[in-house]
Structures are given as C-alpha cells and as structure tokens.
C-alpha cells in the first residue's frame, strides 16, 4: 500500500512538473508568435514607407525632367537661333541623358504601383496586326540610326486578344529595346504563336551578346544587370525585366528566357487569348 501511494505521489510530481512545463512551453511560443507578428507589421510598414518614397520621388522628378526635354526640344527647334555643330551635339546629350532618367523614373514609378496594389489592368479586344504596326512604328527611328534589322514576323493564325494591351506592348517594348541595345550587329525578329490552343507566346530573338546560363534566373529579379562591357554603355535602374515578369503575372501569363554567350537571346512573354476572370479589375 505504501508502495502504490509512493508512486502515485511520484506521478503527480510528475504531471506537475510536465504541466509546469507545457505552461513555459506555451508561454514561450505565444512570445514567439506575437515577435513574429511585430516583425510581419514592421516588415509591412518598411515596404509600404518603401513604395510611398519611390512614388513620391517619381512624381517630383517628373516636373524638372519635363522642363528640361521641353528646353532641349526649343533649342533642338532653333526658337533662339540656329546652334552650331557643338551646341547641337550638347543639346542632343541632355535630351538623351533626360530621357534615359525619364524612363528610369517610370519604372520606379510602376514598382511602386505595383507593390502599393494601385496599377489597374483594363482589358480590351485588340487584333495583333495593330500592336505589331504602334510597335514598328515606334522602334523606326531608332532602328535607322543602328543599322540593325528589326523585323516583326506575321502574326498568322493569331485570334483577336483579350487583354490589357498597354501592358503587352510595355513587355514588348522592353524585351525589344533590350535586344537593340545588346545586339552590335545581325537582326532582332519579333514574333507570335499559339502555345497550348489558350495562350500566345511573343518572342524576340536577337543575335545579340548572349546570356549566361547561370543568369537566366536572376536576370527578372528588382536591380540585376547582365555584367558585360556593353552593360557599361547603358544605364538603367535594373528594374526594366523585373518588371515585365511582374505585368506578365497580372495578365495570367509568365517570362522567359533561352539564350547562349556569343550567339543571341530569345526573351519571351506567355499569356492567355483570354484574360481569366479576377484579373480584369487590377491588383
């Protein structure tokens, strides 16, 4: 008999000990879980302070850019009188130098849209033999001025899309200002297929410098450059790519990239015909 209440005295030692514990135990994990959520408010408070800067930002430079493209474009214009060779090769720097910023601001201006949930998709019917013409047109000018062929394949058998087409020609317009910059020599060729009955897949392959393997991951990520010589001749916020892959997500689609060093890349953007439901009204 006192063998049994010995060990019952034991088991309840036991159990207080192991109850004292699980309290501990459970006091510990709710100080785990409120750390955890003072972190997740901080971390939410950082990238909300993060995009409310950069769109802050973005708005104040826009009105010094504007000023100084409107002033180059008066002086390009000669309404002060004609300039002479050096002062129209000056005028012509700052107009590129402030449009390269101007760039650089909008898409700073789109991350911090994007990340805020303030950019809204505003899908419409669109046939593709119309973006690929605004393209062309677009690309002309600079295109003359390389010597590079630029050439938009046609889009046969294509149906008419449903989706934000600004957004679209946005990818586009970067995947083909990219491979103009990076490409010395050969042709960049824009493209269109059926992928899968449902989606379209755009493509522009260039004979370009190429990509490393070891990039092709990293090269959609915020503020990654490809390290090149050619890289140093352009400045750019990095974002450019980043951004396609972000506008590719809110049509429903995805990016990519195929490319070899030496021999060319073929970046391209898969999207749905259709816009699916739940996307139509933005971010």
């Not at 809204?120 to 669109?126: D, E, G, L, R, Y």
């Not at 790519?241 to 995805?254: D, E, N, P, Q, T």
């Amino acid at each position: 008999m006192d063998d049994i209440e010995e060990r019952m005295r034991q088991l309840a030692l036991e159990n207080e000990a192991l109850r004292a514990e699980l309290e501990e135990t459970n006091h510990g994990v709710l100080a785990l879980y409120a750390e955890l959520d003072n972190q997740a408010e901080e971390l939410r408070q950082a990238s909300d302070l993060k995009s409310r800067f950069l769109s802050y930002m973005s708005h104040e430079f826009r009105t010094p850019l504007g000023s100084i493209l409107s002033i180059t474009r008066l002086l390009s214009d000669g309404m002060d009188g004609p300039l002479n060779i050096e002062q129209a090769t000056q005028v012509q720097f700052i107009s590129t130098s402030a449009n390269e910023l101007s760039n650089m601001v909008d898409d700073l201006l789109d991350l911090a849209k994007i990340e805020a949930g303030r950019i809204t998709i505003s899908p419409a019917w669109f046939d593709m033999f119309d973006l690929f013409g605004a393209l062309r047109g677009m690309f002309r000018p600079i295109v003359e001025s390389t010597g590079i062929e630029l050439v938009f394949e046609e889009p046969a058998g294509i149906p008419r899309l449903f989706t934000d087409d600004k957004k679209l020609a946005q990818i586009l317009r970067n995947f083909i200002s990219n491979a103009l910059k990076f490409t010395a020599r050969g042709s960049v060729r824009v493209s269109a297929a059926m992928e899968e009955a449902t989606s379209v897949r755009f493509s522009v392959i260039d004979t370009g410098i190429g990509i490393p393997a070891d990039m092709h991951e990293r090269l959609f990520e915020d503020f990654v450059q490809v390290d090149s010589p050619m890289q140093k001749r352009f400045r750019g916020t990095g974002l450019g790519l980043s951004l396609c892959k972000r506008f590719a997500g809110l049509l429903g689609g995805h990016v990519g990239v195929e490319s070899e060093p030496g021999v060319g890349s073929n970046f391209y953007v898969v999207i749905p015909v259709t816009l699916p439901e739940g996307l139509a009204h933005g971010a």
